[in-house]
């Protein structure tokens, strides 16, 4: 296999000795994905306890750093907190360099850009939706000190550790999940860069922002189909879709450029949202691989492709009726054909075919000679349906696969990985 996603906690609690045995009954691994810094997520998501951990049931990520930096030295204006575990003398990132030292798996640590605990002139780089509110702890990629940050600390990081490949994950506007369920994160960002910049380009703001009323108002009375028609012919809201797009690949192009200014061996690939949902973040698989040619995206037919999809329908919708029709506007929406009910949904999640698409479709819109990884959901699946979603990667136009993750994963699921590799 190729690798698998690990947490600060993972390797705090457990040690690397435990995780590199766990992990090896998987089959030959190539990589580590250590998390340097955490999001404001439950481990395990969105329940359940964590099923080899010794010392804690579950762990809430806060948006903290875990690496042994001081960020205020390193760039003032802008930075990240560092969490306490790290100020009492635990670097889980040095514990893992030191436990790895001479073996074959190559760690890639794992670095959550534009959401967490962000501290200093938050206020002129953040997210406004299009209610004038401000996304907590979401930074906007046309933040003026977003990119002087990190291209920073990625630099820093890699004198420290020796690391020169990161995954760059939450390269994004924000979806609708996070700490909780909150749809207006996804008109955004109106923030005075953005806006100043869609003025320029000749995006009618005020007509744009009465779109975005107009689709609120919509769902608010839950007239579904009506909110996803307006949203494909409005004008406004397709110029918008394409800016964000715009203004994300940008943002990773000036960071990829300034960090190979401060440092040119550091290479930047990318943690990317499924293409059927990834459009509509911010994400243009066509231009974004045209700056980095490696991609793990994650297609988690069990979990609707990583979407709280059952948390958008139940925010909106009340009845069971209601949340069928929305369930199926949701995916019109995003152009997914398959013929499922929302109660087949919530018991299966997608078709296990939906694995295999997704993969299709991101070698159909990347540049030529990407490598593509499939994530793989490693928790709340059963040991049959992880094999399944293992083949179905494998059938696909993937390169390999990239499991998620190792703290969530039952032991049993180690076991099954293992088997289909021994073959």
Wanted: glycine share 8%.
């Amino acid at each position: 296999m190729a690798g698998i996603h690990l947490h600060p906690h993972d390797v705090v609690d457990e040690g690397p000795a435990s995780i590199l045995e766990r992990i090896g009954r998987m089959g030959p691994t190539e990589y580590l994905f250590p998390e340097v810094n955490t999001i404001f997520e439950r481990n395990p998501y969105p329940s359940g306890s964590l099923p080899h951990n010794p010392v804690r049931d579950f762990v809430q990520g806060y948006g903290t750093l875990h690496v042994a930096l001081d960020p205020e030295s390193i760039y003032a204006p802008l930075r990240q907190k560092v969490d306490e575990t790290v100020r009492s003398g635990r670097d889980p990132m040095a514990i893992l360099k030191e436990a790895l030292e001479g073996r074959p798996v190559r760690p890639v640590p794992w670095v959550n850009l534009l959401n967490g605990h962000f501290e200093g002139d938050v206020a002129n780089n953040g997210v406004v939706n299009f209610k004038g509110e401000v996304a907590e702890h979401w930074l906007c990629p046309n933040g003026p000190d977003v990119v002087p940050m990190w291209s920073r600390m990625l630099a820093v990081m890699t004198d420290k550790y020796g690391y020169e490949t990161y995954l760059i994950d939450r390269i994004r506007y924000p979806d609708w999940a996070g700490k909780e369920v909150k749809p207006s994160g996804i008109f955004s960002c109106f923030c005075p860069h953005c806006v100043a910049r869609m003025k320029e380009e000749g995006i009618p703001v005020p007509r744009l922002l009465e779109d975005m009323r107009l689709v609120s108002g919509l769902l608010k009375e839950q007239s579904f189909l009506k909110a996803v028609e307006l949203l494909g012919r409005s004008e406004r809201i397709q110029a918008w879709l394409a800016f964000r797009q715009r203004s994300v690949s940008e943002f990773v192009e000036r960071l990829a450029a300034e960090t190979r200014r401060l440092n040119p061996s550091i290479r930047l690939w990318l943690d990317l949202w499924p293409p059927s949902y990834a459009w509509l973040l911010g994400q243009d698989y066509a231009r974004l691989t045209r700056t980095s040619n490696s991609l793990k995206h994650f297609p988690y037919h069990k979990l609707g492709g990583g979407a709280d999809v059952q948390g958008f329908i139940h925010y909106f919708a009340r009845t069971p009726e209601k949340r069928e029709e929305a369930f199926q506007a949701f995916m019109k929406f995003f152009k997914m054909d398959y013929s499922l009910s929302y109660a087949e949904f919530q018991e299966r999640g997608y078709p296990i075919r939906f694995v295999k698409n997704e993969n299709d479709k991101v070698r159909e819109l990347s540049a030529p000679g990407t490598k593509i990884f499939s994530g793989v959901q490693m928790w709340n699946i059963s040991p049959e349906d992880l094999k399944l979603a293992i083949e179905a990667a494998k059938e696909s136009a993937a390169d390999d696969i990239l499991y998620y993750c190792y703290g969530w994963a039952d032991e049993e699921l180690f076991d099954a990985v293992g088997s289909l590799t021994e073959k």
